[in-house]
Nanobody, 123 residues
Framework: QVQLAESGGGVVQAGGSLRLSCTAS????????VGWFRQTPGKEREFVAA????????HYGNAVTGRFAISRDNAKNIVFLNMHDLKPEETAGYYC????????????????WGLGTQGTVSS
């Protein structure tokens, strides 16, 4: 299986940017897709972005399209999420997830999860 660790969270002002990283370890020799999700207390986990195993297919949630970009460096086993023009309501825990099968937008499609990194957007 693959283990995931997120990093790059922090505090940023509204309109600012953050770059999150998801570093994979373990069985990374097998092709795996990666998704990013976010969650605030009391709310369901929200899909943010996903990327397939070689990076030639990506998908974004409606709320972030045009502002966020997902990419990956398979040589380093890292997936990045570049977030721009952030809004206070996007304050959340951001989680990356991986799966060895086809990727999608539903959390239940992903078998492996990191512990998350907090992103806070101040107004």
């Amino acid at each position: 299986q693959v283990q995931l660790a997120e990093s790059g969270g922090g505090v940023v002002q509204a309109g600012g940017s953050l770059r999150l990283s998801c570093t994979a370890s373990g069985r990374t020799s097998s092709a795996y897709s990666v998704g990013w999700f976010r969650q605030t207390p009391g709310k369901e986990r929200e899909f943010v972005a996903a990327i397939n195993w070689n990076g030639d297919s990506t998908h974004y949630g409606n709320a972030v399209t045009g502002r966020f970009a997902i990419s990956r460096d398979n040589a380093k086993n890292i997936v990045f999420l570049n977030m721009h023009d952030l809004k206070p309501e996007e304050t959340a825990g951001y989680y990356c997830a991986a799966d060895y099968g086809q990727y999608g937008i539903l959390p239940e499609l992903f078998d492996f999860w990191g512990l998350g990194t907090q992103g806070t957007v101040s107004s």
